[in-house]
């Protein structure tokens, strides 16, 4: 065998072995992006969830707040209505103590909504 053909041959070979090193190569990053998109696609789902249950948190605390809010107002209803038929203040004095409360209590949960409600959406991560 000449000279030529061993270096050709030699060639050859490590042609072959830088192949499949880049072929190995592929290989990794392949299963490395379909690992990604599986994360992805795991992802969507969780910040899926997390958004029905915030709507899901949003609408109870709504509710709870019109309850509160409604309930105060009936009651507060009822004082006036009493005060106007000659109850005394004295005597409803701790009705009125109670739809203070109720009062207190919605704006308190009010307010509690509002400062855990972000302003805007969140900042694009990079």
């Known amino acids: 065998m000449s000279w030529g053909c061993r270096y050709q041959q030699g060639a ?3 042609l072959g072995d830088q192949l499949s090193r880049i072929e190995s190569k592929l290989n990794a990053l392949s299963s490395h992006v379909r690992s990604l998109r599986e994360e ?3 992802m969507a789902v969780e910040i ?6 915030v709507q899901r948190t949003t609408d109870v605390t709504e509710s709870a707040v019109q309850t509160i809010n409604g309930i105060a107002a009936r ?3 009822a004082i006036d209505a009493a ?3 000659g109850a ?3 005597v409803l004095a701790q ?3 109670e739809a203070d409360t109720l009062h207190a209590n919605s704006t308190r949960l ?3 909504i509002v400062a855990n409600t972000p302003a805007g959406p969140p900042p694009a991560r990079r």
Not at 48 to 53: A, F, G, K, S, Y
């Open 110 to 112: 009010a307010d509690a």
């Open 83 to 85: 005060l106007r038929g």
């Open 12 to 14: 050859i070979g490590r």
């Open 40 to 42: 992805g696609r795991e």
């Open 75 to 77: 009651l507060q209803a």
């Open 48 to 53: 899926d969830n997390l958004i029905q249950q």
């Open 88 to 90: 005394t203040p004295e």
């Open 95 to 97: 009705l009125q103590r």
